[in-house]
């Protein structure tokens, strides 16, 4: 797994999120699966198969959530350069081919969300954008074609 860029909020939610699976969501787990080897035999079992599944299912987010925590960069709020654009940051730009305009906000992986036009930092777009300053042309090279974005403006 690479290295993400993650600011404080974004780390705060994972660690909240892996101190329920490791309680809350293991003994509910562990309530199912009892309560499903109680019916019986467990080679035929739906019921405590998947409670298995499950169990499987939350060490995997479980693990996941470790290995995000422990090798995310976080990034530092309080020293951003506001005439460059980078995580949170929000800016007007235009696609020189089709001269179209939007706003954009470049945000961590984890608050990408591209219907609203917040930008992931690690996509193509969000690392082409990524410390550049209005009036910047950059190219983007994107799976199947690369276009041109100008920055019109840094908000």
């Given at each position: 797994m690479k290295n993400h860029q993650l600011t404080e909020e974004n780390i705060k939610k994972l660690r909240e999120e892996l101190d329920y699976r490791m309680t809350v969501k293991r003994a509910e787990i562990a309530k199912e699966k009892l309560v499903a080897a109680a019916h019986?035999?467990?080679?035929e079992n739906a019921e405590y198969k998947e409670a298995c599944a499950n169990y499987r299912e939350n060490d995997n987010r479980i693990q996941y959530l470790l290995t995000m925590i422990s090798t995310a960069t976080v990034i530092d709020g309080d020293n951003i350069d506001k005439s460059v654009l980078g995580v949170n940051g929000k800016a007007?730009?235009?696609f020189v081919?089709?001269?179209?305009?939007?706003i954009i906000t470049l945000v961590t992986t984890l608050d990408a969300s591209p219907e609203d036009m917040c930008i992931s930092i690690e996509s193509d777009l969000g690392k082409a954008l990524s410390g550049k300053k209005a009036g910047d042309i950059v190219e983007v090279n994107a799976p199947g074609e690369n276009y041109s974005i100008e920055i019109l403006e840094i908000l």
């Open positions: 019986g035999d467990r080679s007007k730009i235009k081919d089709t001269e179209d305009e939007d």
